[in-house]
Each structure stands twice: as C-alpha cells, then as structure tokens.
C-alpha cells in the first residue's frame, strides 16, 4: 500500500465541509490529510484501516480520524464486481482543528470538544451513538452557512459528551506530518509503504532522508521512539492482519506476502506486535 497525502482545504466555501455520497465502493486508497475527519457509513461492509488499528466495519460505523492519520476503507470483493449488487453509501466531514481561529479552542467552553479533538489523533469509534446524534449527522448537509455552524458545534459537543467509544490505533502509533518539522520523514514513508513487501535497507531510506545511516536511525528513533527496523515489521504485521481478514490465503503464504522471508521471524513479530499468534488472531474474530 503506498501512502498518499490528499489535499481537502476549501476555505473559499466555507470554514469545513459536509459531502454526502454513493459509491460502488469506498476510495481504495491509504491516506492521510492535515483534516480531521467525520465519517458516518450509511450502507456498505468491509475493512477499516486506522493507524494500526485494522477492524471489519458495516453499516452504523461512526469513526473520528485526527489530522494526519492514515486510514481507509476497504470494501470486500463483491462490490468491485461488475455489476456489483452492492454500493457504499456515506457522510463524511472534513474541518481543521482550528477551523474557528486559534484561540477558539483555548476558551474555557471547549475544554471537552478540545479534548475529544485531541484523542481523535489515535480515531475514536463511537459505541452505540443516540439517534439524537445520527440524525443531526443526517441533517446537517441540509443545512446552510451558518445555521450549519451551529449545529455543528452542536454535535461535537455531543461527540464530546458520548461516553461509550473506544480509541482505535495504539499508543504507538504515528501521524503523518508533511508541513512539519519532520518533513524530510514523509519520502520515508512513502518509499516504505510502496516497498515494504521487498527488502528496505538502511541505507536506502537514509539516502532519501539525505542522511548517513547512523545519523537517520538516531533521528527516526528519536520521532518515532522505535526503531526504523520495528516501524517497517509493524506496517508488515498489519498488512498481514489485512490479508488474514479476507482469508483467502493460509497463514505460511500471508507471512511471504507481507514482506518476510521466514515464517518464525513473522510468528515472532506478529506475537510481538498483536500480543497473539497468526492462529489465535483468526479464532479471535467475529
């Protein structure tokens, strides 16, 4: 999977964006964007990538993803058939955490909407939302300028209330920051996330970082506390979980596919980064 950086901001048409849309199938694309992101699936089943979290998703699926997190939605095989008796339907809401200015966050108003903001850097799935916040999700495209302001304010308040959700992607997981100060980070990961099945030395993520060896592994671990070597194994095991998902290969076949080039390499990694075995991690889901 290569990572892509996609470009929402539209501040001509307002301070964020409501889209309402039908697909044969959801955008086939691990990305991230500098906004966070509301998305409401109306119709469709598949699998959810957020960070390293990696979960199986259907209708009712309410998820907040924080600025830079890669994430995407991965619709299972019949909804690419032609014709497809399937379609992914969804409201998605797109605004920067400062879509109000600066110092609007910063008011002692917003303590929990500004805190809701900040665990959406890891995604937030929302347990058993009240119809009261899905049908103000389901009405707020209808709604102009700044009645839509309102109301939205409104339901982050009530996000921000919800009591029952769960953060997805783990504590070490990382966002993507191509404005930042780690820019010279983001060939990395692009280079990885196209790569990462083959073998990626050292020395060639280095020469992409414009660094020597020993300067970008003290540099990578000090961003990412880990080292390069753990990062690439960890985008490997989630492909893999991908893959055991579908099932549709056996667990020796998902190990070479992955990127690793033994088997008790990738059993020892996968208990290492999932706390189970490949086996086990099959029994466990639904």
């Given at each position: 999977m290569?990572l892509?950086?996609?470009?929402?901001?539209?501040?001509k048409?307002?301070?964020f964006?409501?889209?309402?849309?039908?697909?044969?199938?959801f955008?086939?694309v691990?990305?991230y964007?500098k906004?966070i992101?509301?998305?409401f699936?109306?119709?469709?089943?598949?699998?959810r990538?957020i960070g390293?979290?990696i979960?199986k998703?259907?209708?009712?699926?309410?998820?907040?993803?924080g600025?830079n997190?890669?994430?995407?939605?991965?619709?299972?095989?019949?909804y690419?058939?032609n014709p497809?008796?399937?379609?992914?339907?969804?409201?998605?809401?797109h605004?920067?955490?400062?879509?109000?200015?600066?110092?609007?966050?910063?008011r002692?108003?917003?303590?929990?909407i500004?805190?809701?903001l900040?665990n959406?850097?890891?995604g937030?799935?929302f347990?058993?939302?009240?119809?009261d916040?899905?049908n103000d999700i389901?009405?707020?495209p209808?709604?102009?300028?700044?009645?839509?302001?309102i109301r939205?304010l409104?339901?982050?308040?009530?996000l921000?209330?919800h009591?029952?959700?769960?953060?997805?992607?783990g504590?070490?997981?990382?966002?993507i920051?191509?404005?930042?100060?780690?820019?010279?980070?983001t060939?990395?990961?692009?280079?990885?996330?196209q790569?990462?099945?083959?073998n990626?030395?050292?020395?060639?993520?280095?020469?992409i970082?414009?660094?020597?060896?020993?300067?970008f592994?003290?540099?990578f671990?000090?961003?990412?506390?880990?080292?390069?070597?753990?990062?690439?194994n960890?985008?490997?095991?989630?492909?893999a979980?991908?893959l055991i998902?579908?099932?549709?290969q056996?667990?020796?076949?998902?190990c070479y596919?992955?990127?690793?080039?033994?088997?008790s390499?990738f059993?020892?990694?996968?208990?290492l980064?999932?706390?189970t075995?490949?086996?086990?991690?099959?029994?466990k889901?639904p």
């Amino acid at each position: 999977m290569k990572l892509h950086h996609i470009e929402r901001s539209d501040s001509k048409n307002g301070s964020f964006s409501v889209s309402h849309h039908t697909y044969a199938h959801f955008l086939e694309v691990w990305h991230y964007h500098k906004e966070i992101e509301l998305v409401f699936v109306l119709k469709s089943t598949g699998t959810r990538f957020i960070g390293d979290s990696i979960e199986k998703f259907e209708a009712g699926d309410l998820v907040l993803i924080g600025e830079n997190l890669p994430h995407m939605w991965l619709n299972e095989g019949s909804y690419f058939s032609n014709p497809s008796p399937n379609n992914a339907e969804a409201i998605a809401i797109h605004f920067e955490k400062n879509f109000l200015g600066h110092e609007f966050l910063a008011r002692p108003e917003m303590q929990k909407i500004t805190r809701l903001l900040e665990n959406s850097k890891k995604g937030i799935r929302f347990l058993n939302p009240s119809p009261d916040i899905l049908n103000d999700i389901m009405a707020l495209p209808e709604h102009k300028s700044f009645e839509k302001m309102i109301r939205f304010l409104e339901l982050l308040q009530k996000l921000s209330c919800h009591k029952d959700f769960c953060l997805l992607s783990g504590p070490d997981s990382d966002t993507i920051a191509p404005n930042g100060k780690h820019k010279r980070l983001t060939k990395v990961y692009e280079y990885t996330f196209q790569n990462f099945k083959s073998n990626i030395s050292l020395q060639d993520v280095a020469q992409i970082a414009t660094m020597n060896p020993s300067a970008f592994s003290r540099y990578f671990k000090q961003v990412h506390r880990k080292t390069f070597t753990q990062y690439v194994n960890e985008i490997r095991i989630g492909y893999a979980c991908k893959l055991i998902l579908e099932d549709k290969q056996n667990i020796a076949s998902i190990c070479y596919e992955s990127g690793f080039n033994n088997l008790s390499n990738f059993y020892r990694q996968f208990k290492l980064i999932k706390g189970t075995s490949p086996k086990t991690y099959v029994k466990k889901l639904p």
